[in-house]
């Protein structure tokens, strides 16, 4: 076998909240890689689905029920990876939930939903999928954060805090594992036309308003699609990234710019 990187070379990728939105759209970019995709969602049908996209357009995946917010089936579903397509060697941490509250508005059990799922939820999968890469000396972790991680989002506080926090355990886990071939970066979306903005938005009084006010934030006047997203992380998912790692990469419009 040549050293060359192959096309298809059949690397088996782990997305969470796959189901839907940029994580399903991260899983079709991954699969034209060449990837064999594991689609992990607490949604299963949504799972279901995304992987049947991938297998009309040629590719392989499977889907896997995982809530990341719970250590049992974040497990059980590494294991199900691992006996269907083998161990994780590409690992996208895409699920993520949040409401639209001022801080004061909060309580614990909110606060816990949101660390458990946005927070915890890429600590679980990354402690499962570490082990494997290391013996391999090769890996790619990307964690999507958001730019509310990065310069703080008003009525998102919480999540802000769990994103903030995924950016700087993405680094430290970049330095960690720096010398076992394995790279760790963040990517940061804007607002994106999403199915869970769409909730956000809807439960809201004034989602409209939400909506154009964040459109006009953008320099680019309009949100993000999904596909914008996840072109960014099925880069730093190729082998051609290999050099780049420790990274915070905004996918935003000029919304934020470090």
């Known amino acids: 076998m040549s050293d060359a990187p192959q096309h ?46 991938i297998d009309e357009q040629g590719g392989e995946a499977i889907a896997v029920k995982m809530d990341v917010a719970d250590s049992d089936s974040v497990t059980t579903g590494l294991l199900q990876v691992a006996d269907e397509l083998g161990p994780v060697e590409i690992l996208v ?6 409401d639209l509250k001022p801080f004061l508005e909060t309580d614990e059990a909110f606060w816990d939903r949101i660390i458990e799922v946005n927070y915890k939820g890429a600590l ?3 402690h499962g999928c570490l082990p494997a890469m290391i013996e391999a000396g090769w890996g790619r972790i990307v964690n999507i954060g958001s730019d509310a991680g990065r310069v703080g989002s008003s009525l998102e506080a919480v999540y ?3 994103k903030g926090g995924i950016i700087a355990f993405t680094k430290t886990i970049a330095r960690e594992v720096a010398r076992n071939g394995i790279t760790a970066n963040t990517v940061c979306p ?18 409209d308003k939400i909506i154009g006010a964040m459109a006009r934030a953008v320099p680019m006047k309009r949100v993000g699609q999904p596909d914008e997203v996840a072109s960014a992380v099925v880069y730093f998912c190729s082998e051609e990234a290999g050099f780049i790692s420790g990274q915070t990469l905004s996918v935003s419009g000029g919304l934020t710019m470090a």
């Open 8 to 53: 298809h070379d059949g690397r088996v990728a782990l997305v969470t909240g796959g189901g839907r939105g940029i994580g399903r759209e991260i899983c079709l970019g991954l699969a034209k890689q060449g990837r064999r995709i594991a689609v992990a969602d607490l949604r299963d049908e949504e799972a279901a689905t995304t992987a049947a996209m």
């Open 93 to 98: 941490n895409c699920a993520g939930w949040d």
């Open 124 to 126: 679980r999968t990354v």
């Open 160 to 162: 802000s805090g769990a």
């Open 190 to 207: 804007g607002p994106t036309a999403t199915p869970l903005l769409d909730e956000i938005v809807s439960a809201s009084d004034d989602g």
